[in-house]
């Protein structure tokens, strides 16, 4: 009940996604150490699925916020808000989105939400999927339109072959 609560009064929170970089802060709803990543780059396959629900626990549908290591040096990232497309086993498959629009075929639209505080729009990095761990997840964003959903997921096969 206790760790419920205290998920709840994070959701309220309006903390900023912060671009300090090393491991993530332990934070009421993660078990995260330092040198623990929430996420990495995903190795095999995955089952897509659409079921959102804003109950504390991360879900495919959702925008979360988590620590991702940078492509360049993966012992350093972001916190950033990821977008779950599904699971592969315990884990989550999820895919970075970013405020900074690039015209390119990695990038799908998926405009704007509760996940950034500034209310710009945002693209999803589809050029590069993540393995989630749900208790590296910091926070739940929002959950993202069914047709967001679909364009993600169709860039991801797109650029994939999945």
Known sequence: MRNLIRRLLETFKSPSPSTT????????????????????????GFDIEYSPSLDGDPDPGEVVWGWVPYEDDPSQGKDRPIVII???????????LTSKQKQNEYQVAVGTGPWDREGRGS????????????????REG?????????DVVDGVRRHHGR
């Open 86 to 96: 599904g699971r592969t086993g315990a884990h989550l498959v999820g895919v970075p």
């Open 142 to 150: 929002a959950i993202l339109a069914k047709q967001h959903f679909d």
């Open 21 to 44: 970089k090393g491991a993530p802060k332990t934070t009421a709803n993660t078990t995260s150490r330092p040198g623990r990543a929430a996420a990495s780059e995903l190795r095999g």
């Open 123 to 138: 693209y999803a990095k589809v050029e590069r999927l993540l393995d989630v761990d749900p208790a590296g997840v910091r």
